[in-house]
């Protein structure tokens, strides 16, 4: 079913429900969108850490490190 159909049809049964299950519906639909939201952001969440990774280690398997100790903000004594 095309998107805008499947709306149409929601949208003509909603219409025959009494205001409070119109409103449990409403409360789905932004349930469904905040779920959606979510997953979005966790997905961007991850690819984030995913290259974040991916640059903090880069160098390592070949012992190429382009960090020194001047990089370092903090310096613990013994």
Do not use: C, W
């Amino acid at each position: 079913m095309k998107a805008h159909k499947v709306a149409d049809l929601i949208s003509e049964h909603v219409e025959h429900l009494p205001g409070d299950m119109q409103a449990e519906v409403l409360d789905f639909v932004q349930y469904l969108e905040a779920k959606r939201l979510n997953q979005e952001v966790e997905l961007e969440r991850k690819e984030f850490l995913e290259v974040s990774l991916k640059n903090a280690i880069k160098g390592m398997e070949t012992g190429e490190i382009e960090y020194s100790e001047k990089d370092i903000k903090e310096h613990f004594n013994d």
